[in-house]
């Protein structure tokens, strides 16, 4: 199994003149100790507008300036929202990094999931399954032909070279974002990696990796021509420490990620500066939901514990798990040491046993292994996104539209 560091870049008020400064710095320096220690990846989201929850708006600058400090550590977009992106601006992003990188960007593309965000840039969140699609299958072309253009309902792009060329080719590694449990579906139906977004028990990943792998195998329906990158990652809340107990109060604003994330899908347009999240957050917690949200620990805890729930999804045979390990007000200090305790006491077992992993998924791709279909309904409360969530999106928008 891989192991993934994940940055939302998270700054809960009250607000200081410095600090995102201070948060982009401390974040840096996090990715260069984990670069040294041994992690695969790097993940940056992109997000706008997000007050509190995420600062996040450029991170191609942000990973260019990581892949100066690292050497091994694969840079991935998670995402690039191609909902609020033109997609020959993508490419030439993506290239570029990819080659101040030396070739080690992973392509996360993804829709955007708030009113928030997509509304200033003229895409509706009924359209954006639409405008994801037909944006893919417009800049996939870019990233290796000398002339490309494409005529599209969303896109009209004439006849042009898009440049630079990435280093790898044909380019990264193509992965989508899957906030909701049919969008793991959906992405090995497409053939690609899978950013599963959700916080899960062992039991769930086991039926995700199952309909991912079977959607792959079975059901491949690529929206043009790529290679297939097939990868299912998921993300789980993370505090190493020495005791559990130092864990659990080290990360005490663990689960604001959770509760901001839906707090903006829940709510539509909010006027900016009128909402202090992190109050709310704190108001969340005392609620049955909150308590309820707050015992789901994910791997925070010890050594022992964290490896001990590490075995149920290395047993489900999950590709990577990406650790949130930047998240409410967890210090920069706590960070640091989480991250060389992991690296030291529970990481190395697991990267030892990714050869029998790989074995595996071999088997499954070419048809040696049939994995049996699983019904998701039963663990589709684990997704950050659940349909009662989307209905009040939709009913966000009628209003805004009435």
Known sequence: MKFGIFYELQLPRPWTDNGEYELFT?????????????????????HHFLEEYSHSSAPEVFLAAASQRTKNIRLGHGIIQLTTNHPARVAERVSTLDLVSSGRVEMGI????????????????????EVWEEAVRCLI?????TSWEFHGKRFNFPARNVLPKPKQKPHPPV??????IETIQMAGERGMGALGFQFVSGEAAHALVNCYYNSITKRLNKLCEYPTNPNLALVSNFMC???DEEALARAEGATFFAFALQFYARHGDIEPGNVNLWEEFLKFRKTPEGEKMHRARGL?????????????????HVDQVILLNQAGKTTHADIMDSLKLFATEVMP????REPQH????????TGKIKLEEIDTAPHSAYSVQTPTTRDRVEAELAKLNA
């Open 141 to 145: 072309p870019m990233f290796t032909k």
């Open 300 to 316: 925070i805890g010890s050594p022992e514990t964290i490896r001990r729930r590490l075995r149920k999804f290395e047993e489900s």
């Open 110 to 129: 993804g829709e955007g999931g708030s009113v928030t965000e997509l509304h200033p840039f003229e895409c509706t969140f009924s359209d954006k399954r």
């Open 358 to 365: 790989q074995e595996w998924k071999q088997a499954v791709l």
């Open 26 to 46: 401390n974040a840096l320096e996090q990715i260069e100790l984990a670069d040294r220690l041994g992690y695969d990846y790097a993940w940056e989201v992109e």
């Open 175 to 180: 992965w989508v974002a899957c906030s909701q």
């Open 241 to 243: 420490a020495p005791t």
């Open 349 to 352: 077992e697991f990267h030892e």
